[in-house]
């Protein structure tokens, strides 16, 4: 299977058995597990606690559409946020056009973020201790197929920051990071037990390089030391709690062998059934695929087409990587042309720096003349470092609106060459990202990817129109000069 449709069945899988396990909750949320073990739940009901029809989906799977909603415009944490209050005020991705379900800590934030500036930070969440419900947990499983390659501390700081948006805590981040790494592993084709070995065997020493405390650690003792598939049910709760629903979908994931079992089970737990149900839904439905998930219950789902359609949409951003700021491309998965991310405002620069740091960038390839503008490897290197990322920066000055000399870009091409075999992702860019940039990365396109100058071009060409100031400056490369050595390059 090729990676797009590969990827789509996985986005697709993930998002309908979550949407499926929150559905089967929604009709018993709240109720006990005697109750639950007296009148077990055996498939779609309609009505009950929150009175919707059979097949209706809560705040659950919504926030999570609204997350895969915002990958597939590219993804950035306003994005995310954004959606959150189109939600809530503008009913974007409800079942039945109302808002019916929402948590406190969750609400909380999003009035937050409705009060305050647009350019404000939207990390908005509560950051004590009490604010560790599992509101984040529930809705961060596309990050599972976004940024997976990114070194651990880019990573965990992206799940931080979605986990943010409305759950500030530590603890939260580390749940939604443990959780999220356990649906990496079964993407990887690995069962529930040997996933759950694996995330008990490489988790604690990732947690320590992310220097996690010691106190924090010790809650999910028993997530990581292995004894959670030993335990009795009695032993697992289903509360709100964060901790608790991701105990508890994982252990639901390891006593159960087919979807509809690990699910029903989930469910039959009591307490918080949608989201218990909706966290291992999303796990089960990776590991068993949408062919295992009851054909009765997807007929009833409230709006599978559209999240069918989601998923693709999510899929393909997922393959064509976001672009990291408004004035950059990708011209190949491990390069990156861009404008200048210094400035002389420093928290601007901070900004752009930490987008591209995020978006997997190590490798700075600077090709503006010395005190051309405002230098910025100071300040990449300290946000860098706050990140746990190791960078280099290199300067190959060529002089603006001209065409590099053969030496100078013999060694651009050589260091760029160089970063890509060792697996790193290197940013070019002059100070418009237009003129050298382009030259640059249309001689890089005909030497790494066996391109002619002309399909090089093209391809820049097509990456263009994407380019926020695209609509000012048509082209790039910028003048006849440099767009004839790109054409004849290596000729």
Not at 144 to 173: C, K, M, N, W
Not at 304 to 313: N, T
Not at 372 to 389: H, N, R, S, W
């Amino acid at each position: 299977m090729s990676t797009i449709p590969k990827l789509e069945s996985e986005f697709r899988s993930a998002l309908l058995g979550l949407a499926v396990g929150d559905a089967l909750g929604v009709p018993v949320e709240f109720t006990s597990r005697a109750t639950r073990q007296r009148d077990p739940v055996t498939g779609m009901r309609a009505f009950g606690t929150h009175h919707q029809p059979a097949g209706t989906w809560s705040d659950d799977a919504s926030l999570t559409f609204c997350l895969a909603e915002a990958l597939a415009a590219g993804y950035s944490v306003q994005g995310l946020a954004a959606n959150c209050v189109r939600w809530y005020d503008e009913q974007l991705w409800t079942p039945h056009g109302r808002v019916f379900d929402i948590g406190i800590t969750t609400r909380e934030a999003i009035y937050r973020l409705k009060k305050q500036d647009k350019d404000a930070s939207p990390l908005v969440g509560g950051r004590d201790e009490m604010s560790n419900g599992n509101g984040a947990l529930m809705r961060l499983l596309p990050l599972a197929f976004y940024q997976e390659q990114a070194p651990l501390a880019t990573r965990f700081q992206l799940i931080a920051d979605a986990s943010a948006v409305t759950h500030g805590h530590v603890r939260s981040a580390v749940a939604c990071f443990l959780y999220l790494e356990m649906a990496g592993y079964l993407r990887q084709g690995l069962n529930p037990a040997d996933a759950y070995n694996h995330l008990c065997q490489t988790a604690p020493a990732q947690l320590a390089e992310l220097h996690i405390t010691d106190a924090e650690k010790k809650q999910f003792k028993r997530v990581l030391n292995g004894e959670l598939v030993t335990l009795p049910e009695s032993a697992i709760a289903s509360s709100g709690y964060v901790v608790h629903t991701l105990e508890a979908a994982l252990w639901c994931l390891l006593q159960h062998e087919t979807y509809a079992a690990t699910v029903l089970a989930a469910v039959n737990l009591g307490e918080d059934t949608d989201t218990t149900g909706a966290v291992v839904g999303g796990l089960a439905g990776l590991c068993y695929g949408e062919e295992a998930i009851p054909a009765a219950w997807l007929q009833v789902l409230a709006r599978r087409v559209d999240i069918e359609d989601l998923a693709q949409r999510a899929a393909i951003s997922c393959i064509h990587l976001p672009r990291p700021l408004p004035n950059s491309y990708w011209a190949t998965p491990h390069v990156l042309g861009c404008e200048y991310p210094g400035d002389l405002n420093q928290e601007k620069a901070r900004v752009k720096l930490t987008a591209l740091l995020q978006a997997g960038i190590t490798d700075f390839v600077d090709l503006t003349e010395a005190h051309e503008l405002a230098p910025y490897e100071d300040l990449l290197q300290t946000v860098a470092a706050e990140q746990g990322v190791q960078v280099r920066y290199r300067r190959f000055p060529i002089k603006d609106v001209s065409v590099p000399e053969p030496t100078t870009l013999e060694a651009v091409l050589a260091a760029l060459t160089t970063s890509v075999a060792a697996g790193r992702k290197a940013a070019v860019h002059c100070w418009g990202g237009v003129g050298r940039t382009g030259t640059v990365i249309g001689c890089y396109l005909v030497r790494a990817e066996r391109l002619t100058g002309v399909e090089a071009l093209a391809r820049i060409a097509q990456e263009w129109q994407g380019v926020e100031k695209s609509h000012r400056v048509p082209r790039s490369p910028e003048t006849t000069a440099q767009y004839r050595m790109v054409e004849t390059f290596d000729k």
